[in-house]
């Protein structure tokens, strides 16, 4: 006995991972960092993503810190490909001093150190190019909100606290030039 089987004509799509380091993080404040990005759609995926700096460099210049910035990204052509926008959150805890930046709001880390913790969000813009089968380069920037809450102390290894306070910072929160592998 023959029976007929009706079976849909619809594509079915593996699901895409991929692990991710943005050199720009590394290269900026040689920082380890990792990202797991999840395919969630056919236009969507979910980058989950973070960073770290245990270490005291040269002249006890700190930037000890971690960072977590989770990110869902809408992707105009197929995922791991071409354009896309993200809305992505952050949370920090930092520990900086004795830096000489003197660009805006950075130049009063050469006379104090800062310690303590923020969080916000943000839009972001990027591009991937895939280089090979498993292989993607992607670059992206963002800008959004942090609420920062700190305390201030004199100098890089003092332990006396001079002040604390919170501020609003809106500007860039997010800039990336990664390097990509597409685990399946």
Aim: aromatic residues 16%.
């Amino acid at each position: 006995m023959l029976m007929a089987i009706w079976v849909p004509t619809q594509t079915v799509h593996a699901q895409k991972v991929a692990v991710k380091t943005n050199l720009a993080y590394w290269g900026a404040a040689a920082s380890p960092n990792i990202a797991l990005e999840f395919g969630l759609s056919k236009k969507f995926t979910l980058e989950a993503g973070g960073g770290f700096n245990l270490w005291t460099f040269d002249d006890n210049k700190k930037a000890k810190h971690w960072l977590v910035q989770p990110e869902l990204r809408y992707w105009f052509c197929d995922i791991f490909n071409g354009h896309f926008i993200g809305l992505h959150a952050h949370g920090a805890q930092f520990n900086v001093g004795n830096w000489d930046i003197p660009i805006g709001r950075l130049d009063v880390l050469k006379e104090n150190r800062y310690e303590g913790y923020l969080y916000g969000g943000g839009l972001s813009y990027g591009y991937q190019w895939m280089l090979g089968n498993r292989w993607n380069l992607e670059t992206s920037i963002g800008g959004g909100y942090a609420r920062i809450h700190y305390d201030k102390y004199p100098c890089a290894n003092c332990g006396t606290k001079i002040g604390e306070g919170k501020t609003n910072y809106w500007g860039i929160t997010k800039a990336a030039v990664s390097l990509i592998y597409i685990i399946k």
